[in-house]
């Protein structure tokens, strides 16, 4: 077995090797669920600024209530239009012989790391495009717009065909390890 890479020591299990590293295309990008959220901040916002016109006009200071008013939509608002950008640049993926790695850092959230093994069971599915995606379905997670519950996966990567036969090929072996072949 080869020494695992630095920082990997304590992560990864006896004989797993690791295979693949990389991060979401960092260029601007959103998701639709992003526009809902953007109109509903800032329509928040104008909400409060309409608000605090109207109470600038009664005199006094109650108007300044509506800044925090005005401050959370316009940060909702930003959010749905820059999150899925800012997640991106601070997603990193990994990929070993018997598992995949998503982990993120975020300010005030600090580091988190999902491990998801590559069992026989584990659906994998391609979202082809210019930027495909990999998802990642644990056996008995029903992924429908009613329940809204989203797989894990690997969003926007340049070579996504290629990681997706690298992961299918690693779960393969993981199979048949598991058969003692």
């Not at 959103?30 to 953007?38: N, S, V």
């Not at 012989?97 to 993120?104: G, N």
Request: proline share 6%.
């Amino acid at each position: 077995m080869t020494d695992p890479a630095p920082g990997w020591e304590s992560i990864l299990r006896p004989e797993e090797t690791l295979i693949w590293q990389g991060q979401p295309d960092g260029s601007f990008s959103f998701r639709p669920q992003g526009i809902l959220m953007a109109v509903f901040g800032f329509s928040f916002a104008f909400i409060a600024v309409i608000w605090m016109q109207g109470t600038m006009r009664l005199g006094g200071y109650f108007w300044i209530l509506g800044g925090f008013h005005l401050a959370i939509g316009l940060c909702v608002g930003l959010w749905g239009l820059f999150g899925a950008t800012f997640l991106n640049r601070h997603t990193w993926y990994s990929l070993t012989s018997e598992r995949v790695f998503i982990a993120t850092e975020l300010p005030f959230l600090g580091r988190r790391l999902r491990e998801i093994d590559l069992t026989p069971s584990l659906r994998i599915d391609l979202i082809d495009g210019p930027l495909p995606e990999i998802r990642f379905v644990q056996e008995g997670t029903v992924v429908s717009p009613a329940n809204k519950a989203v797989p894990d996966a690997f969003l926007r990567l340049a070579d996504g065909l290629r990681i997706y036969g690298e992961i299918r090929k690693a779960q393969a072996n993981r199979r048949q390890s598991s058969r003692g072949l």
